[in-house]
């Protein structure tokens, strides 16, 4: 039997503080209905001025490492997909490393927006069995809220902040990671990003002014190509692995709009209650969005050792990407 990587433990965290649609209809000119109707969301989280991504990280990966019985200092890399990090320099993953106390790890960020866990899982997969890593801490987490326009009714209506980890580790045995599947289109970048505070556009009063520093997003463009893009590569993904939609236990896409995850799910022919939806209480968490979604069907019990579960994801990028696991 070759080698492969398996999660041995998951967590999440969620900030306290809920937003719920009916708040929005006193920020923005939008209705609880319009909300529900078009993106499935009726309340999201919102981190309380003290909490930055690394702290939501904190308490997600306390909780992983927890249900995988494992000591922060035995972790040997740190992976942080994220694109609302503490700081530009140095990566959260750092403040994480430190945080958790995890001496004996290499810690990294990258950003693959909604993709990064997706993206994160390929790469984990790729150091444990290429390289020999162990113990690897996997984390997604975003803090939207900083970067959402709140005069914006097309976008803050939308995001949410919430962070989920997973522990990754070799095995012998016939379970784990069986594929990964990666891809990016650069061409079509504008459908969504945040044009201020990098260096094509550096920070200025002009800029925030022009309110450059919150993400801007041509929604509707970005659903019609991520409706297309899912329906694609959730059936080339169970192909390439010889797997019947109807040996798919669960499928866990990234929460981005329910009309999306609904349309994803028919091309499978499943049905929604094989599918792990959790946007109507967090919206859309970007990177987080799988790992928190992981985390709670492990633990009311949605997965079962030797079961199937696909993994999807669409983002800024534009980027996008799936994962087949058994469990
Ligand atoms: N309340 C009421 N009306 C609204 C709101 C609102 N919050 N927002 C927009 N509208 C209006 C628009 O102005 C428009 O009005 P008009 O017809 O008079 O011009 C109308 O509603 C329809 O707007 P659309 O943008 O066409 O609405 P759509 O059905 O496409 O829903 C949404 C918008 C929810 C954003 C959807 O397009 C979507 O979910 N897109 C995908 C987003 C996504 O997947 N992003 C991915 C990555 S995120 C990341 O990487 C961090």
Known sequence: ??????????????PKKILDNFDLEKMVDTSDE?????TGIKERRIADSSEAASDLS???????LQSAGLKAKEIDMIIVATVSGDMPIPSTASFLQHKLGAKNAAAFDLNAACSGFIYGLAIADSFIKARGFKKILLVGVEVL????????????ILFG???GAV???????DRGILSTHIYSDGSLWELICLPGGGSKCPSSKETVEKRQHYIKMKGNEIFKVAVRTLEKIVVDTLKANKIKPSELSLLIPHQANLRIIQATAQRLN????????????YGNTSSASIPVALDEAVRTGRICDGDHILLEAFGGGLTWGSA????
Not at 270 to 281: G, K, Y
């Open 167 to 173: 522990v990754i580790e070799p095995t012998e045995k």
């Open 34 to 38: 319009w909300i529900t109707e078009r």
């Open 145 to 156: 809220s900083r970067f959402t326009d709140w005069e914006d009714r097309s976008t803050c």
């Open 1 to 14: 039997m070759s080698l492969r990587s398996r999660i041995t433990g998951t967590g999440s965290y969620a």
């Open 324 to 327: 087949l696991i058994k469990w």
């Open 58 to 64: 904190v308490e997600a990966s306390k909780r992983a």
């Open 270 to 281: 499943l049905s929604m209650d094989r599918v792990v939806v959790n946007i109507d209480r």
């Open 161 to 163: 902040d919430a962070a």
